[in-house]
């Protein structure tokens, strides 16, 4: 008798693999047709916790730079630079400008519109990717997001990393959790085709399992269209990096990042996309933990979890919420 794989066994209805979860690249095949690649863009903003509006030098673990890459030369230099080494990884002809670096609505109106406007005429582009703080999307702004996406479809990254208001404190993000719903129901409710990517870090300095699971589980009733969980890296040049050395702070360990986030993924409604399930560190820059430039084996290892235990996501959020 044949034996059935993770895949043929998976009960998750939006997966065509054996990933128990509504996966960024599932959602990309099933809305433009095929594989889409993510193109870093840095258009030379800069961030209200680095110029000194809300704070300066950004939060503990802000690095003075983008998360993503090292972008150089001017927008479209650097989509083509993006595009080249997309196409050494995948066969692929759709592309997502992603304005990845520091706050990209932080801005006058004529400077952001210039910039998408640009951005969304990149040729192969099929969605426009921004990404922001929920505190810098005032009424004018929020606006032209809306007309931004009736030209292209855009997909707008908030960065609220934890719902605890003692965290966000603790970790110099500059607002809290009731400023971050109200810029997150400004642009949810704009109009025009706008998804919302919000992003959780795990491992931040002195949060619990239970704080991490609740943070999810907040965010999981603002009903997001999208997800993206990471796992705090250690960076060099950091504040995070000064407490690292001093012993001030601690990394979680891999089970203990793989455990939580299949934990939390279990409370998001199925059809919110998990976009990511672990981040990215730059090699050169990175501190601790190591084992975070494992990703492939992070992310199984998530996978193996789930498949163990025999759920998937919104199995949770089913039981609490429906």
């Known amino acids: 008798m044949k034996k059935t794989t993770q895949r043929e066994e998976n009960p998750f209805p939006f997966s065509d693999t054996n990933k128990r979860y509504h996966t960024f690249d599932y959602y990309l095949k099933k809305r433009f047709g095929g594989k889409c690649a993510k193109i870093s863009l840095d ?61 990209n609505t932080y801005g006058d109106i004529a400077t952001l519109e210039r910039v998408y406007d640009e951005a969304q ?34 997909l707008v990254e908030l960065g609220l990393q934890s719902a605890n ?32 990517c919000v992003h959780l870090i795990n491992g931040l300095p002195e949060e619990t399992k ?23 890296h250690v960076l060099r040049n950091t504040r995070l990096g000064e407490m690292y050395e001093k012993g001030e702070y601690e990394p979680m360990t891999e089970e203990e ?18 976009a990511r399930v672990t981040g990215d560190g730059m090699a050169e820059e ?8 494992r990703k492939t084996a992070v992310s199984n290892g998530i996978d193996k979890r789930l498949y163990a235990e025999n759920t998937c996501q919104g199995a949770d959020f089913q039981c609490k919420y429906s």
Not at 170 to 190: I, M, P, Q, W
Not at 286 to 293: F, H
């Open 210 to 232: 239970e704080d991490m699971l609740e943070s999810a589980e907040r965010v999981a009733l603002l009903r997001p269209h999208m997800v993206k969980i990471h796992l705090l």
């Open 286 to 293: 990175l501190v601790a933990p190591l084992w975070s430039l």
């Open 257 to 274: 990042y793989i455990n939580i986030t299949a934990a939390q993924i279990e409370r998001f409604h199925p059809e919110t996309v998990i």
């Open 121 to 154: 005429n990149m040729p192969g582009a099929v969605m426009l990717a921004i990404a922001t703080r929920a505190d810098c999307l005032p009424e004018e702004t929020v606006e032209l997001l809306k007309k931004t996406s009736e030209k292209i479809p855009l």
């Open 165 to 196: 208001d003692r965290t966000a404190e603790l970790v110099g993000r500059g607002h809290d959790f009731s400023a971050f719903t109200e810029g997150y129901n400004r642009l949810k409710c704009a109009g025009g085709d706008i998804s919302v």
């Open 43 to 103: 258009a030379g903003f800069t961030c209200p916790n680095i110029d000194g509006t809300v704070g300066y030098g950004g939060c503990i673990y802000c690095s003075g730079g983008s998360s993503g890459a090292q972008c150089v030369g001017s927008l479209r230099e650097q989509y083509d630079a993006g595009i080249a080494a997309a196409k050494r990884k995948w066969n692929c002809e759709r592309f997502i400008p992603y304005l990845q670096a520091h706050t």
